[in-house]
């Protein structure tokens, strides 16, 4: 079975600062791993993805995530945070093979302030 | 990109009732569908996964008679909360996943409040 960590249940930042989100799973097979994000009363929107490969991807709105497989990390980092960035984000997990159903973490609440 | 649909957005029901949960997939073929249940300010929760033509693969803890999945086409599942009571209130959120892919696309998401 996989598990999935997001140590920070809020983060609070100013506009226009860096932040980071933190990521931490476990696993005895081989995973993909998503962060996804939740914006109030939506649907949950793909972030970005890592299958395999280079270890840093990076979304299309300036997120990236780095896969650490020595640590099991894939934290999602901004250089430049916006308001509108303001939403719930979730780290997943799954397995590269079987039904390959996602494994949640608790989700971190960005809160970008003025 | 994938589109997946979910109705009704928002329901209230009384205690007793079932409620029918629809989850369609409007451009793809969904081979594999999967229904989450989301607790207010927590995590999503894998319910059921289900195969088109198949029985649905239910996780542990959750009743099979209480939460009904139904995947009749590649288009088509629904859940059925049968005699629902308060603490089934939740918001599900279902999601998709066509053939031969590993992205899910996920539903905007149905709040049932059960009174």
């Known amino acids: 079975a996989q598990s999935v960590t997001q140590l920070d249940s809020q983060v609070p930042v100013f506009e226009e600062a860096p932040v980071e989100l933190r990521c931490n799973y476990s696993?005895?097979?081989?995973?993909?791993l998503f962060w996804y994000v939740q914006y109030p009363n939506q649907g949950l929107q793909l972030l970005l993805k890592y299958l395999s490969g280079s270890t840093l991807v990076e979304s299309i709105n300036g997120f990236e995530a780095e896969f650490n497989k020595s640590q099991t990390s894939f934290h999602l980092r901004k250089p430049s945070v916006h308001i509108s960035d303001t939403a719930e984000y979730f780290c997943?997990?799954?397995?590269?093979?079987?039904?390959?159903?996602?494994?949640f973490g608790s989700g971190t609440r960005l809160q970008v302030q003025p | 990109g994938a589109v997946v649909s979910q109705h009704p957005s928002r329901v209230i029901c009384k205690s007793g009732t079932s409620v029918k949960i629809e989850c369609r997939s409007l451009?793809?073929?969904?081979?594999?569908m999967f229904w989450y249940r989301q607790f207010p300010k927590q995590s999503l929760m894998l319910m059921a996964t289900?195969?088109?033509?198949?029985?649905?693969?239910?996780e542990q803890g959750v009743e099979k008679d209480k939460f009904l999945i139904n995947h009749a086409s590649l288009t088509l599942s629904t859940l059925t909360v049968t005699s629902a009571h308060p603490e089934d209130s939740s918001f599900y959120i279902c999601?998709?996943?066509?053939?031969?892919?590993?992205?899910?696309?996920f539903g905007p998401g149905t709040r049932l409040t059960v009174t």
């Open positions: 999601s998709a996943r066509g053939r031969r892919t590993y992205e899910q696309y």
């Open positions: 451009d793809f073929q969904a081979t594999t």
């Open positions: 289900s195969n088109e033509g198949s029985k649905a693969t239910y």
């Open positions: 997943a997990v799954s397995r590269d093979t079987g039904r390959r159903a996602l494994t």
């Open positions: 696993s005895s097979v081989s995973v993909y």
